[in-house]
């Protein structure tokens, strides 16, 4: 009777055992699921960072092209005036009045290319910070997934984690 009670008790761990496995190997599969979402989306937003690393490097370009057309808008606007205030001088008083209007179309040649050289600079500051934003996002989105594939590596059962490196 003490054969059989031992042995009962016996079975009873081996099927508690065998519950426990059962449960270790089911939440071994559904961590390494969890660590397989994990990675894919890590991933999925390193590609993703890479494609705004490059948009931003084509923003950076497109900064750099806009930043020399402004330089050269303000060059010529620069010359140009120096040019008016030349030909204002070379103009005798008694031809002046014939002059005037040569001059006053050079002064709207003047203010328009400076119109020009300040649309570019607001399209060049706007185009900057909407890719520097986007690219932040994208970096701050990476490091959360990152975040979570540790913490779903922190979450593996120690025996299940050990039986993974076997």
């Not at 999925?44 to 050269?72: M, P, R, Y």
């Not at 040649?109 to 300040?118: F, G």
């Amino acid at each position: 009777t003490k054969l059989a009670g031992a042995e009962e008790q016996l079975a009873s761990k081996d099927e508690e055992l065998s519950e426990v496995k059962a449960k270790a190997e089911g939440l071994e599969q559904e961590s390494r699921g969890a660590n397989e979402a994990a990675e894919a989306t890590v991933t999925k937003l390193e590609e993703q960072l890479g494609a705004k690393d490059e948009e931003l490097a084509e923003a950076t370009a497109k900064a750099e092209a806009a930043q020399s057309e402004l330089e050269s808008a303000n060059e010529k606007a620069a010359s140009l005036e120096k040019d008016l205030d030349a030909a204002r001088e070379e103009i005798p008083p008694s031809a002046a009045a014939e002059k005037e209007e040569a001059l006053v179309a050079k002064d709207v040649e003047i203010e328009n290319v400076r119109a020009e050289a300040a649309a570019v600079k607001a399209a060049l500051d706007s185009a900057e910070t909407k890719a520097q934003k986007e690219l932040e996002a994208a970096r701050a989105e990476a490091e959360a997934a990152r975040g979570e594939i540790e913490k779903a590596r922190e979450e593996v059962p120690p025996t299940a984690a050990a039986e993974k490196e076997e």
